[in-house]
């Protein structure tokens, strides 16, 4: 009877595209891009620490985006090392909620995983980007929803979206609003009043806290900062959009020279957007990555509806794009500078924090 229960199981996850699309995502953040945390990781658990003591000292913005700052401290972590394992545990968690809402996508779900967002949340672990990225795979999916229900959760993801990054969620859901033209005005109301809603619930958190600093705004108006920003990144603009991309750059192309102007058209307003935001970023890969994704998900969600091609042909973009990901070399601009490897290779002790775990917490019980 045993034996039958793990054939069903082992026949039932075999079945699933989420659970192999989660072995998937494993093998690229393991072994393609390879796992680092921030090189400021211990800036922030120090932040954290700060926030759980009521006693805030550090007034930089990294205060704006809360989310793992709240949770390590509901969870009441007590040093760096469990920490670590906190936002690695939680990352991974939240990766295998993207490939569980997936399903939509059918057998083109495993596209969304060679798309740049997934080498932006391996290389910058300790950021709360994916919790953007999940938040905005939610709303997209959710974006034909008639019911009462089905509205509200478009609502409220855009309030979580906007209080764990503002600036991100602002150009997320303009890009959302040019892609989905269903009810605009029914879908522009309920995003944009999220939105604001979302910010207002930051700037009240932000005030309780005693948060008095430096904001993204403010950082971007120091004398001199966005006049080099935008001068390191106006070199790399193709890089930054490659390297947003990845493996679904060439179904981009395709989609462009096949479809009709109108539908092209949007397509090229919305990468406009996300490349002008991220352009004024120091972290210009990181932060288009994560802009574009409506635009990587409306790319998938047309593979998957419109069948122009035969199967063969089909075979060979998949082949194509998995090759881009598997023999071609990473690809990152941060700082006006191109990075093949993570630039903070020597923070890359996610397996130290786990071999930590398992003689602290699970050797015990062996």
């Not at 945390?37 to 985006?65: D, H, M, P, R, V």
């Not at 906190?86 to 798309?115: G, P």
């Not at 740049?116 to 938040?135: A, E, K, N, R």
């Not at 604001?196 to 403010?218: A, D, H, P, Q, W």
């Amino acid at each position: 009877m045993m034996k039958n229960n793990l054939l069903r199981a082992q026949s039932y996850l075999l079945k699933n595209n989420w659970f192999l699309n989660y072995l998937f995502a494993q093998l690229l953040i393991h072994l393609i891009f390879i796992t680092t945390f921030t090189s400021n990781i211990s800036g922030q658990y120090e932040l954290a620490i700060q926030i759980k003591n009521n006693n805030l000292s550090n007034q930089i913005y990294w205060n704006e985006s809360p989310v793992f700052f709240l949770i390590s401290n509901l969870l009441n972590i007590e040093n760096l090392n469990q920490y670590l394992i906190f936002i690695y545990v939680t990352t991974q968690l939240i990766i295998l909620m993207i490939a569980i809402n997936l399903k939509f996508l059918e057998n083109y779900s495993y596209l969304f995983f060679i798309s740049g967002w997934l080498l932006t949340i391996s290389w910058w672990m300790g950021y709360s980007d994916i919790f953007s990225v999940l938040l905005i795979l939610l709303i997209y999916k959710n974006r034909y929803a008639e019911a009462a229900k089905g509205k509200f959760l478009i609502f409220l993801f855009c309030v979580l979206l906007a209080f764990n990054h503002y600036a991100i969620a602002l150009f997320v859901i303009i890009n959302l609003n040019l892609l989905f033209r269903e009810k605009p005005k029914e879908f522009i109301y309920l995003t944009s009043s999220g939105f604001v809603m979302g910010y207002l619930i930051l700037k009240l958190y932000l005030s309780l806290i005693g948060f008095n600093g430096e904001t993204r705004i403010n950082f971007l108006t120091r004398p001199g900062i966005l006049g080099e920003i935008i001068s390191n990144n106006s070199g790399r603009l193709l890089e930054i959009i490659l390297s947003g991309f990845l493996g679904i750059f060439i179904y981009f192309i395709f989609i462009l020279y096949y479809e009709d102007s109108k539908k092209t058209n949007i397509y090229l307003i919305t990468l406009l957007i996300s490349l002008l935001a991220s352009s004024l970023s120091l972290d210009a890969s990181r932060t288009f990555s994560i802009i574009i994704i409506p635009l990587v998900l409306e790319i998938i969600s047309y593979l998957k509806e419109k069948v122009f091609f035969n199967n063969k042909k089909k075979n060979i973009f998949i082949l194509i794009s998995l090759f881009s990901i598997f023999f071609s070399k990473n690809l990152h601009v941060w700082e006006g500078s191109i990075y093949r490897e993570s630039p903070f290779i020597e923070y890359a002790y996610v397996y130290d924090g786990l071999i930590f775990f398992i003689n602290n917490y699970l050797k015990p019980l062996i």
